[in-house]
């Protein structure tokens, strides 16, 4: 259960270190109906803009809190698009029990009586101002992935069962809530 705090903290806290917008963020949650969730965080960066922030950030999560790799798996890698090289530190764990997932205040997934399932993430606001320039930029990527199509999300990026919500700066200004009603 600690360790998946500690995951979103690290979250929170990265993310307004990302908020320069050097680095990209994608958070994923596959929920199934075993009760169980896979959780994946993959940070990016250009190579040659921000290769060194990134390869920083790695080492601060692997580092600093030893014990969150107990349950999660890092790789590091690189890729290119185009003519680009891109650094990914990624950091995966399957199979977690959903009662960890449930445990924080912020984050809830339910299987209700009638079959359906719910989930909910609260976003604290992190900041209080941005500029007007920086106010578009991304920070954060979060895609959910049901065990059952999507009936009802506060996003208008649906796909069946996934759901994706892109956090820009701005966003980070007040409280956001993530949430999803499945059919």
């Not at 979103?8 to 990209?24: H, K, P, W």
């Amino acid at each position: 259960m600690k360790r998946l705090a500690i995951l979103f903290l690290l979250l929170a806290i990265f993310s307004l270190v990302l908020l320069t917008g050097c680095i990209e963020t994608k958070a994923t949650f596959t929920f199934h109906d075993d009760g169980t969730y896979d959780s994946k965080v993959v940070f990016k960066a250009d190579k040659i803009m921000g290769g060194d922030e990134l390869t920083f950030l790695g080492w601060q999560i692997e580092y600093i809190f030893p014990f969150l790799m107990t349950e999660y798996e890092h790789t590091f890698q690189t890729t290119k698009v185009d003519y680009s090289e891109y650094l990914e530190h990624i950091f995966a764990a399957n199979g977690l029990d959903i009662d960890t997932f449930n445990v924080r205040p912020n984050y809830q997934f339910i299987q209700k009586d009638d079959g359906t399932y719910t989930f909910e993430s609260i976003i604290p606001q992190l900041i209080d101002k941005v500029t007007e320039e920086s106010k578009d930029n991304k920070v954060i990527e979060i895609e959910v992935l049901m065990p059952a199509p999507i009936d009802m999300a506060n996003t208008t990026n649906v796909v069946d069962n996934k759901a994706t919500w892109i956090l820009t700066q701005a966003d980070f200004t007040h409280e956001n809530k993530l949430r999803i009603i499945t059919q």
